[in-house]
Every structure is written in structure tokens, then in C-alpha cells.
């Protein structure tokens, strides 16, 4: 009895495919076929009967249900997935191509409920309709219907009844659209209610968004602690865009002068991100805090503490009523770790400065990153726990899982790990690492295949 374990819709040089894994609790069999659509039903056959897929569809067996396995079979074939940029790119140029005939009705945002003030939350729009696809040659398709029950007969039948196959083939359009349109990517809004006005904000909220904004907003200065990257600095920048002031940052402060400014050889005083930020109003992030000269951070502190400032050839300023501050780094301010050398202690002093929040891993923007895709999350959450069972440093952050995604149909799982997630890693440790992991398909089958 086979089981069906994932499934992915594609398009193979233009034509509608689909790429599916099976298991019958032993064994894995990746199959791909070219003619899904009407023929749907022998899904249900394979699911129903342990018989050879090939035997259904004009299915084929490959080595791995992606792009590389399909290229495997059919060297050079185009694969596009549904919702990959290629996939987008060629729906908008056949859109284009046909004179913009589509009815264009723009995507509209689903109605939320009001939270309570300063509270974050996330919705998403309705896909866009009216999507365009390539148009149908009903010519072909009665051809290709016909041929195997008549042979030479389908282009005098086709010639016959073609009023009617156009009208079959308009129909089947407009299913496609239908499909392509709910599988089009939504856009997810961020929704900030404050006592008199909502503010929208594209993006997926992090789960410590609401806290971040409800601290800033209330004039209190947060320090964000965390592994590389989890998102503390886009965090930062959809915090300012809900408070709506600007964006203002510096890596670790090296000297008083990144805070300070200074005065050059033709008396001209130079500013500073956070001159800017202090004197005009925004929100200020110092990333790598806890990287930074303890000594340049006492400036900051002063600024924090009185609430005004005295910058070189500018005098005395008072902070900007909308001047925030967030500073970020990858340990709490206990100095250096195992995987985080050269860090430094922050002072009590310069930690009662802040409310500190720790940032993690947030499982709706991971699969978000991953475009849904499951089994490549639950690969990276297996990784970090294998990682540090055994000592091995690796950063399965959102940017691994984007990139990951982003060149999964165009290399193999083992070149996409070798380069993007395992990369600089000696062999040994990839092997303790991989033999640690527990879990199996095709993630799993390349961390095993770059060990050995």
C-alpha cells in the first residue's frame, strides 16, 4: 500500500506537470508525471494499489522530486513551480502578450478585527484576480484527445465541431486562471491599531513585534538578543514603520565619534546616523551591541539616561519627542559564547537603560521562507537540534531557508545544502552531524550524500 507523502503542482517547458513522493513504509518512489489535469484520477489508482507508477499517466520514476530529478529523466526541461518568480515571471509576459485583456481587479485586503492599541496583528490580502495564462489551441488539444481512439479521423472531427472545442477550451482557461489566481502568493498586512488611527505594514509579524512596539511606543528603549539571523534588524525596521518614523542604524560602535559626530578641518560638523535620529525623530538601531567598545557605549547611555545631548560644534540638543532606541546583538550581555567570540559584558548600567527581548526563530515567517515547504522546515529544525547536541556550528537562520528555496529547482538538494547551509564546514563534523540527525527524505538524503 503506497502513501502519498508530498506533492508539488509544476509546469514542465509549458506544460502542466506535478511531482509526487511515495512510501510504503520502506521504500521511497518519486514519481513525475506531465499529464496531470483530467487525468487525476490515477492518484487515486497509486494510492489504492502498490502497482508501478510508471504504469499510470505516462508518469516517470525520478531520483528526486525536484527540478534536478525531472532534469534527470528529461535533460534541459524547463521546470517551473507554482508561486516561484520564473513561474510569475512567464504568467505576467503571457498576460502582457494578450494585450492586457484580463479584467485587472486589483487584490483587496481581507477585513481584520480591531486589537486592542499598539497591538500587532497579521492577515492576508485575497490573491489577485484575472491572472493570465498561455492561451489554448483547442486544435491541439481535440488532437491530442482523439488521436489514440482515431487516428487520422481527429483533424476532420476537429474541423467538424470546432465551434464547440473552442468554447470546451475557453472554459478550461478560465479553470486555469481560477487555479493559478488561488495559488498566487498572498500578501500579509500588518495591522497596528493606535487610539486614533490603524497603520498597514506589508510583511509577516515576528511573534515579539507587539511587544517591541508596545515598549517603543510608551518611551521605552529595547535590546534584542538572539542567534544570526532571526530577523532582529528587519524586525526593527517594521517597528518603525508602525510607529511611523524613520529608520536609522549603525553596526557596533568602534569609537564615541559613530555616537558624537564630529567637526572636520573646515569646521563643518559631520552627522551621525544617530544625530539624526535624535535630533529629527526616528527610530535608532545599534546592531552588534554587545560587540561594541564598552567605553563608546557609555556615550550612549548618557544620551539615553538625560535626554539630551551635547554634540561637537552644536551644542546642547534635546532628543527628538520621537526618538527610539534598539539596540541588537546575539548574546544577553554575559560576554563571549561558544558560538559568539568576542563579545563583550554590557554593564548594569547600560542594561537598565533597556527592556531586553529575546528573538528566536519564528515557525510562521521560517515557513513562509520555505514556501510552505515542510519537510525542508522540519529538516532545518532537526539540524539545529543535531547542531547543538553535537557541538557543530551551523546557521540554519531565514536567510539559509530563503536561499535554499529560491535555487531548489535549479541545483541539486546537495549543492543547495553544500552551498547555502553546510557550507565551510570541515567533512568530519559533517559527518557527526549528519549521523546525529534523525529523520528521512530528501533533505536528509543529501546531508547523508555530502557526508559520505
Known amino acids: 500500500m503506497l502513501t502519498e507523502k508530498s506533492f508539488r503542482r509544476c509546469y514542465v517547458n509549458g506544460k502542466k506537470s506535478g511531482i509526487a ?11 513525475f508525471s506531465q499529464s496531470l489535469g483530467s487525468g487525476d484520477g490515477s492518484l487515486e489508482a497509486v494510492r489504492s494499489a502498490g502497482v508501478s507508477l510508471h504504469q499510470f499517466n505516462n508518469s516517470i520514476l525520478i531520483p528526486s522530486p525536484d527540478a534536478a530529478g525531472v532534469r534527470s529523466v528529461l535533460p534541459g ?20 502578450s494578450r494585450g492586457g485583456s484580463a479584467s485587472g481587479a486589483s487584490a483587496s485586503a481581507s477585513s481584520a478585527a480591531s486589537v486592542s492599541a499598539s497591538e500587532v496583528s497579521t492577515s492576508a490580502t485575497a490573491p489577485a484576480e484575472g491572472v493570465e495564462l ?41 479553470e486555469a486562471v481560477k487555479a493559478a489566481g488561488a495559488s498566487a502568493p498572498s500578501v500579509d498586512l500588518i495591522r497596528v491599531q493606535f487610539p ?10 515576528h511573534a515579539q513585534l507587539a511587544k517591541v512596539v508596545n515598549l517603543l511606543n510608551a518611551g521605552i528603549n529595547v535590546y534584542l538578543y538572539g542567534s544570526a539571523g532571526t530577523g532582529k534588524t528587519h524586525l526593527c525596521k517594521q517597528a518603525a514603520a508602525a ?6 542604524s549603525d553596526q557596533k560602535i568602534c569609537n564615541e565619534f559613530q555616537i558624537t559626530g564630529f567637526v572636520d578641518a573646515s569646521g563643518k560638523y559631520q552627522e551621525t546616523e544617530f544625530y539624526r535620529a535624535f535630533t529629527r525623530g526616528g527610530l535608532y538601531m545599534l546592531d552588534e551591541f554587545d560587540a561594541s567598545d564598552p567605553c563608546a557605549a557609555v556615550v ?3 544620551a539615553l539616561a538625560n535626554g539630551y545631548f551635547t554634540f561637537p560644534g552644536v551644542g546642547r540638543v534635546d532628543a527628538h519627542e520621537n526618538f527610539r532606541v534598539i539596540a541588537a546583538g546575539n548574546t544577553i550581555g554575559h560576554g563571549a559564547t561558544m558560538e559568539y567570540e568576542g563579545r ?10 533597556f527592556a531586553v527581548l529575546p528573538v528566536g526563530y519564528d515557525p510562521e515567517i521560517e515557513l513562509a521562507k520555505a514556501n510552505n515547504d515542510q519537510d525542508l522546515i522540519n529538516f532545518i529544525h532537526e539540524v539545529r537540534r543535531a547542531a547543538s547536541a553535537c557541538g557543530v556550528q551551523v546557521i ?17 538538494a546537495a549543492e543547495c545544502l553544500s552551498m547555502l547551509l553546510i557550507k565551510g564546514i570541515e567533512k568530519d563534523q559533517i559527518k557527526i552531524l549528519a549521523s546525529e540527525c534523525r529523520g528521512r527524505g530528501v533533505w536528509f538524503d543529501a546531508l547523508n550524500e555530502i557526508a559520505a
Open 134 to 174: 498561455p492561451a489554448v489551441d483547442a486544435s491541439e488539444c481535440l488532437n491530442a484527445a482523439l488521436a489514440p481512439a482515431v487516428g487520422g479521423l481527429a483533424p476532420m472531427v476537429a474541423g467538424a465541431i470546432l465551434p464547440a472545442v473552442n468554447n470546451w477550451a475557453a472554459g478550461l482557461v478560465d
Open 196 to 205: 486614533n488611527e490603524v497603520r498597514e505594514i506589508e510583511g509577516k509579524a
Open 300 to 302: 550612549l547611555n548618557l
Open 396 to 412: 540554519a537562520s531565514y536567510r539559509a531557508i530563503a536561499n535554499i528555496t529560491k535555487m531548489r529547482g535549479i541545483f541539486s
Open 344 to 353: 563583550n559584558c554590557l554593564d548594569g548600567a547600560t542594561l537598565d537603560r
Open 243 to 248: 510607529l511611523g518614523v524613520p529608520f536609522f
Open 21 to 31: 513522493s511515495y512510501s510504503d513504509n520502506s521504500n521511497r518512489v518519486l514519481y
Open 77 to 96: 526541461a524547463v521546470v517551473e513551480f507554482e508561486g516561484s518568480a520564473e513561474y510569475n515571471a512567464r504568467v505576467a509576459a503571457a498576460a502582457g
